[in-house]
């Protein structure tokens, strides 16, 4: 019966830490935009930029 005493402010301990990184991400904005992320990958890219083109045409 005794652990009781170390378990509940080890374990109310966690649940702040777990509390405060939440808070901590909603804060940093890593919520803000969950639809965008998953579209992303189907967007074309705008092309070779032209630093790309600069070193192929110096590599021919």
Request: a negative charge; proline letters at 3%.
């Amino acid at each position: 019966m005794t652990i009781i005493i170390y378990l509940i402010p080890i374990s109310l301990l966690l649940g702040a830490l777990a509390l405060i990184g939440f808070v901590w991400t909603v804060r940093s904005g890593q919520y803000d935009d969950l639809e965008g992320e998953r579209y992303r990958i189907l967007e074309e890219d705008a092309g070779p930029s032209r630093m790309d083109d600069q070193e192929n045409k110096s590599v021919k």
